[in-house]
């Protein structure tokens, strides 16, 4: 998958996102166009997918059942950065596509409201919730709107600078307003 996605975003790169076709990926990943749809759905998942979004899946219960959601929220992001740290020149060059390109952009939002309706569930069935599902997914859409935001400024500034500081300095700073974060 990491071959896939690393020639597509070679080839967005040279040629613009809109000018390049699934069969064109394929080619160039040396795979059928039929196994780029199985692992990425759609061109703009070539750009969107990211293999640590299973992980956070999998991270997310025991988390929320050592942490109050926000505090499970700050360090699933902070492990999951640290995974990006070794992936860090395809993940800045796939969230600058992901900004600079509408169709990726739009994609790349539903995609965050699914997650989050995902970690919503997750957060009602952990044994520390106290929340609505209204309340629980207002408060996953504060956070996933925030962690997004500082993705998006990061790359406005260039994205050189370490992505996990800046998501952990931005969503700190976001938490420490928030009345739902115990010590």
């Known amino acids: 998958m990491r071959h ?25 990943a040396e795979v059928s166009p039929s196994t780029v749809y199985r692992y990425f759905g759609t061109k703009e998942g070539l750009v969107l997918h990211d293999d640590h979004d299973d992980e956070l899946f999998a991270l997310a ?24 740290q070794r992936d860090g020149d395809i ?4 969230t600058d596509l992901w900004f600079s390109t509408p169709s990726i952009r739009a994609a790349g939002y539903l995609m965050a409201d699914e997650i989050t309706d995902a970690l919503t569930d997750v ?16 408060l996953l859409g504060a956070l996933m709107g925030g962690l997004l935001a500082s993705i998006r400024s990061w790359i406005e500034d260039g994205g050189t600078e370490d992505v996990r500081a800046r998501l952990t300095a931005d969503l700190t700073a976001i938490a420490a307003t928030l009345p739902l974060r115990t010590q």
Request: charged fraction near 20%.
């Open 4 to 28: 896939i996605q690393s020639a597509a975003v070679e080839l967005f790169l040279e040629r613009g996102f809109d000018a390049v076709t699934i069969e064109q990926v394929a080619a160039a």
């Open 123 to 138: 957060l009602l069935a952990s044994p520390r919730n106290e929340l609505t599902r209204s309340q629980a997914r207002t």
């Open 91 to 94: 993940i800045r060059l796939r």
């Open 61 to 84: 219960p025991q988390l929320l059942a050592d942490h109050d959601p926000v505090t499970a929220f700050l360090v699933g992001v902070d492990r999951i950065g640290t995974t990006h």
